[in-house]
């Protein structure tokens, strides 16, 4: 992971006209897993990402690394058919 500096102060805009992310990350200790608490730009609302070189929890949700790959890169590239509708019974 590169020593990227992250964003650490509430409701500044990104170049999109969003929140940037406030983002801190701890190390691993023990048995536990480093991870990343991902806030809101705006709000106290929050995600926990536990990560290994194997599987990724968010928010309590364990899978492995292609699980989340099959359903986030192409959320993330926007690859996603937004005209298409989930219902209940998708999700
Ligand atoms: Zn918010």
Known sequence: MPNKKRNRKLAIMDEHEG????????KGSGKK?????????????????????????????????????????????GEVDFGDELREDDI
Not at 19 to 26: E, G, N, P, Q
Not at 48 to 76: C, D, M, Q
């Open 19 to 26: 929140w940037k992310l406030r983002v801190y990350h701890k």
């Open 33 to 77: 897993s480093p991870r990343f608490l991902v806030k809101c730009g705006c709000c106290d609302s929050s995600i926990e990402i536990f990560y290994s070189k194997t599987h990724i929890e968010i928010n309590g949700v364990h899978a492995s690394l292609n699980e989340w790959r099959e359903l986030l890169i192409p959320l993330l590239n």
